[in-house]
């Protein structure tokens, strides 16, 4: 019985979907190669934290790997309307979701361009100009979210990344 249901199963049909998937599995690689090279060059050019290019990294390494998972999808044949579909409800439910918690995707998203094009590194003495809470303090980290800063009197303060895109900052 089990011999039977393989009869009708041939892997001749089967050796483009096989090959196209393979050459998908070497872009995926070459690219996560290409992307950590310039991204490390990026860190060492503007002398940023390793830790926060390993950040980074994950973060395109992650979108690449979905991005691998969509295409594959459609490689093989799964029943696009269905998937659309599915995609739509949960894009949608994110979508709530992310309004839900905007500062979060904005703090996030300023992360990312922190990394590339933020002109202070960690250890850099800054001020903040706001005209409600100035501060003077130390970088201390830069995280994907948020920037630990140290001041004078030794006091760590979480400030978000958003804020940093908004606010007047000076390096002293």
Same mark, same amino acid.
């Given at each position: 019985?089990?011999?039977?249901?393989?009869?009708?199963?041939?892997?001749?049909?089967?050796?483009?979907?096989?090959?196209?998937?393979?050459?998908?599995?070497?872009?995926?690689?070459?690219?996560?190669?290409?992307?950590?090279?310039?991204?490390?060059?990026?860190?060492?050019?503007?002398?940023?934290?390793?830790?926060?290019?390993?950040?980074?990294?994950?973060? /395109?390494?992650? +979108?690449?790997? #979905? *991005?691998?998972?969509?295409?594959?999808?459609?490689?093989?044949?799964?029943?696009?309307?269905? $998937?659309?579909?599915?995609?739509?409800?949960?894009?949608?439910?994110?979508?709530?979701?992310?309004?839900?918690?905007?500062?979060?995707?904005?703090?996030?998203?300023?992360?990312?361009?922190?990394?590339?094009?933020?002109?202070?590194?960690?250890?850099?003495?800054?001020?903040?100009?706001?005209?409600?809470?100035?501060?003077?303090?130390?970088?201390?980290? /830069?995280?994907? +979210?948020?920037? #630990? *800063?140290?001041?004078?009197?030794?006091?760590?303060?979480?400030?978000?990344?958003?804020?940093? $895109?908004?606010?007047?900052?000076?390096?002293?």
């Amino acid at each position: 019985m089990l011999f039977n249901m393989f009869e009708s199963f041939n892997i001749s049909d089967y050796y483009g979907k096989i090959i196209a998937t393979i050459i998908l599995l070497i872009i995926l690689y070459v690219l996560r190669l290409l992307v950590s090279k310039i991204i490390l060059k990026v860190s060492n050019i503007s002398e940023k934290a390793e830790n926060r290019s390993k950040l980074v990294l994950k973060y /395109i390494n992650s +979108f690449l790997s #979905i *991005l691998f998972f969509i295409f594959f999808i459609i490689l093989w044949g799964v029943d696009t309307d269905k $998937l659309i579909s599915f995609m739509g409800a949960a894009i949608t439910f994110i979508g709530v979701a992310l309004f839900a918690q905007w500062s979060v995707l904005s703090n996030f998203t300023a992360g990312m361009i922190m990394f590339f094009s933020f002109p202070y590194n960690i250890g850099d003495r800054i001020k903040i100009h706001d005209k409600d809470f100035p501060i003077e303090a130390k970088i201390d980290d /830069i995280k994907a +979210f948020h920037t #630990i *800063l140290i001041t004078d009197e030794g006091e760590k303060i979480s400030y978000p990344n958003n804020l940093f $895109l908004q606010k007047s900052v000076v390096v002293l």
